[in-house]
Structure formats: C-alpha cells, structure tokens
Nanobody, 123 residues
C-alpha cells in the first residue's frame, strides 16, 4: 500500500511564490506517475500538473501554464510543484496523487492520494 504526504502550503500575497513537496512511499514500482490536484471551496477538484517520474513531458492545466512547474527531486519518490506569480484564484487545498498509468490530469488515473496542503493567496 502506497502513501503520499504533501507539505509546503501556506499563505502568500498575490504575486508571491510557494513550493509544494510530495513524498511517495511504499510503491510497488519505483517509477510511476505523480500529479497535483487542487480543490477550492464549492468547486470540483481539478488537475493542475502531472508527470512520470521516469522522464518525459509534463502536463499542466491552462490556468497554471507558465506559472507552475512540476519536477522530480533528486530522490525519485519526491515531486515538487513550484508555484510562481500566484493569484487569489489559486487558493485551495492541493493534493498530490500517485499511480502507475498516465500521466494525465484526471483523478481516475491515480490510486494513492495525500491528505492535502492548504494554499491561500490574498489580494
């Protein structure tokens, strides 16, 4: 059974930056797909960014392209989400998810989820 733990959320002003971290443990396969999702109050969960830890292209929601960057750390079980030029509409709970298929920005592809980390952007 895998486990995902997120960290790095917080409160920032618009235009600021945050870096979220996701540590995946207990995977049967060393390499797989990891994605970040977010959910704002009263809204559906949406995919933000995704990649395969073994390499290949990354995928982003249109709303975060050119502002957010997903990357793999030195340890392949750690994935980061660098968020720059943050906007109030980026506020929400951010979840990291891991799976063996993808990478896609659809929740169905991921079977291991973290508890989330809150990001709040004030204007």
């Amino acid at each position: 059974q895998g486990q995902v733990v997120e960290s790095g959320g917080g409160s920032v002003q618009a235009g600021g930056s945050l870096r979220l971290s996701c540590v995946v443990s207990g995977w049967t396969y060393i390499r797989g797909c990891v994605a970040w999702f977010r959910q704002a109050p009263g809204k559906e969960r949406e995919g933000v960014a995704a990649l395969h830890t073994g390499g290949g292209p990354s995928y982003y929601a249109d709303s975060v392209k050119d502002r957010f960057t997903i990357s793999v750390g030195n340890a392949e079980n750690t994935v980061y989400l660098q968020m720059n030029s943050l906007k109030p509409e980026d506020t929400g709970m951010y979840y990291c998810a891991a799976g063996v298929s993808g990478p896609v920005l659809e929740a169905y592809a991921y079977d291991t989820w973290g508890q989330g980390t809150q990001v709040t952007v004030s204007s």
